[in-house]
């Protein structure tokens, strides 16, 4: 089974040819002392001779057709496989959801980015393979941070957006009370090209948020760009940001330069619009852009015959999507963020 990943170095490929076996956990080393675990299908763990400081997740395909991510991340896993680099952390790389790679959609049968801390099992509980899928995920992080007493914790979620953006790339800082925002990290965003932030005001059950109140890891949801099929993304585009994922592997601390509020674009989430029935329906066209923004008493959307207007006297909306089932999001509404507690 494991011949294929040894003779093509391509991980991507070794976990569709596998999407319907039991794949064993296997550990072999590399010719330079790093260890190599697989640990289930999409799952593959590099951890250097030497100790390590960071220990840091980085996940793609929570939503099988944001292959921008995929591409990026298989991309490092090859060059890890072939020795073109060598890591000096702990990295566990998760392709999240495999069947909704091959079926070319967001999901499957439900969104598994709505299942973590514990989502999975409530409600219809383990019913479909992205709730079991969703739990996995989260033993597998549980026990890569336990395993190591590293002094900081890092995860990327990777994803792309539905829809184009006023702001390209961007990420969402998952709601951590009584924790400052790392300025680091948000300059190490800036350096990959996501130059906008998003502070997020409540827990979800997102992957990010998970990791971050779970295990205090600096994660962030990190939007890059439009959904575009295989083959069919610029790749120019993210050359900043694989030349800095390769680094945060390489380098045992990173240069960064100090921390500067006008290099970003800093929003908080000011509220989540919920579909309560099946009516609901925004004002605005279908191709408005993520981070439009709308005045004060402009009617976003309706539902069961009553108007929901702009609260503040500015609110960009971002992730806009009326056809989620009931009782799910169906827009972030944001304010700027110029004063929030940054360190």
């Known amino acids: 089974m494991f011949q294929q990943l040894m003779d093509d170095k391509d ?26 675990t697989i640990l289930d299908n999409g799952i593959i763990c590099f951890e250097p001779a030497q100790g390590s400081t960071k220990d840091i997740v980085l996940s793609c395909a929570i939503h099988g057709n944001e292959t921008a991510p995929i591409e990026i991340c298989n991309e490092l896993i090859s060059n890890l496989l072939k020795e073109k680099i060598v890591t000096k952390h702990r990295v566990l790389f998760i392709v999240g959801n495999p069947d909704s790679i091959l079926t070319q959609t967001r999901f499957v049968e439900e969104n598994m980015n709505r299942l973590f801390s514990g989502a999975h099992s409530s409600g219809l509980g383990l019913s479909n393979k992205e709730r079991i899928r969703a739990k996995k995920l989260e033993e597998y992080v549980a026990d890569f941070y336990r395993q190591n007493n590293s002094s900081q914790r890092i995860h990327y979620d990777l994803h792309t957006a539905i829809k184009p953006s006023k702001h390209e790339k961007f990420a969402i ?5 009584g924790r400052s925002f790392s300025a680091e990290q948000m300059m190490f965003l800036a350096a990959c090209d996501v130059d906008t932030i998003l502070f997020h005001h409540e827990p979800t059950t997102t992957f990010s948020y ?58 908080k989430v000011s509220r989540s619009i919920y579909k309560h029935v099946d009516d609901f329906k925004f004002t605005f066209d279908k191709s408005t852009v993520n981070f439009t923004g709308f005045e004060q008493n402009h009617v976003l959307a309706t539902e069961a015959g009553a108007e929901i207007k702009v609260i503040h006297p ?30």
């Not at 976990?15 to 010719?31: C, D, G």
């Open 210 to 267: 998970y990791s971050s109140e779970q295990f205090n890891a600096d994660a962030f949801t990190v939007e890059l760009g439009k959904v575009m099929p295989f083959g069919e993304n610029d790749m120019v585009k993210f050359a900043n940001t694989k030349n800095m994922l390769r680094l945060l592997l390489t380098e045992q601390q990173l240069s960064l330069p100090a921390f500067d509020k006008d290099k970003l674009n800093l929003y």
């Open 173 to 177: 800082y998952p709601y951590r009370p």
């Open 11 to 36: 991980f991507l490929a070794f976990t569709l040819t596998n999407i319907n076996n039991k794949v064993p956990a296997q550990r072999f080393e590399l010719s330079n002392k790093t260890t190599v």
């Open 314 to 343: 500015y609110e960009a909306i971002v992730f806009p999507n009326e056809n989620v089932p009931v009782g799910q999001r169906t827009v972030l509404c944001l304010v700027p963020a110029p004063n929030e507690d940054i360190q």
